[in-house]
């Protein structure tokens, strides 16, 4: 029996059930919890980084040979507010000398939005493409990939200097580009896409290249 008279002993509760003692034990729980997950965080977010580095890298290489830049383009990301839109890109250098860029943008195809990567040299040649993201129909428009067809590079060299205005459209429009059979809007919108991108980088130029016109061997050598 306990030993505190009548009323008093009907609401004594044991230190460890005491609100105090809970919102102790509770606080230190939380605490050792959120102290694990830092824990975690600080051991693996160098190689988190490290990780996503080496993608983007392997990405740009796609587009952008490796014989034409000696900086670490990966960590050259840059970004131009142009007409009230933010344009990001990597911009690449040889011997100290900008040698081009390689730009992300936006298109939009049948399905949605088609994510392009394009590389172009110092003097406004492609020197790759190639599609990051769609919502292209399976088995048709999933040609622009790579991996489903080699049309993407079909625009490696191109520039609007080697081609005429008319010659960027698909060639059912009278252009130089093929045109997938039951998808003419995805090819045509990738072609859009890659020529606007030539034309902002034509009138951008010195500021894509950091205030530096295209050297006269194009920064390569």
Not at 27 to 51: D, K, N, P
Not at 101 to 111: D, F, K, N, P
């Amino acid at each position: 029996m306990s030993n505190l008279p009548g009323r008093a002993a009907a609401h004594y509760l044991p230190a460890r059930e005491s609100p105090f003692t809970q919102g102790f034990l509770l606080g230190s729980f939380t605490l050792i919890v959120c102290l694990l997950v830092a824990g975690c965080w600080w051991l693996t977010h160098e190689q988190i980084v490290q990780r996503e580095k080496e993608d983007t890298q392997a990405m740009l290489s796609q587009v952008f040979p490796a014989s034409h830049y000696d900086n670490a383009l990966a960590d050259a990301q840059r970004s131009l507010v142009i007409d009230g839109r933010t344009v990001s890109f990597f911009r690449a250098s040889l011997n100290g000398q900008p040698s081009g860029i390689v730009m992300t943008s936006e298109t939009q195809g049948y399905g949605g939005p088609i994510q392009l990567l394009t590389g172009i040299d110092a003097k406004g040649a492609i020197t790759g493409v190639r599609v990051i993201s769609h919502k292209e129909t399976p088995g048709l428009g999933d040609a622009i990939e790579l991996g489903h067809s080699p049309w993407i590079r079909s625009f490696d060299g191109k520039s609007l200097t080697n081609l005429t205005e008319q010659q960027w459209h698909v060639k059912k429009d009278g252009g130089q580009f093929d045109a997938f059979t039951g998808a003419t809007i995805t090819p045509r919108a990738v072609v859009k896409g890659v020529h606007e991108n030539l034309v902002l980088y034509r009138e951008k130029q010195a500021e894509f290249l950091g205030g530096q016109g295209a050297p006269e061997n194009g920064g390569n050598e």
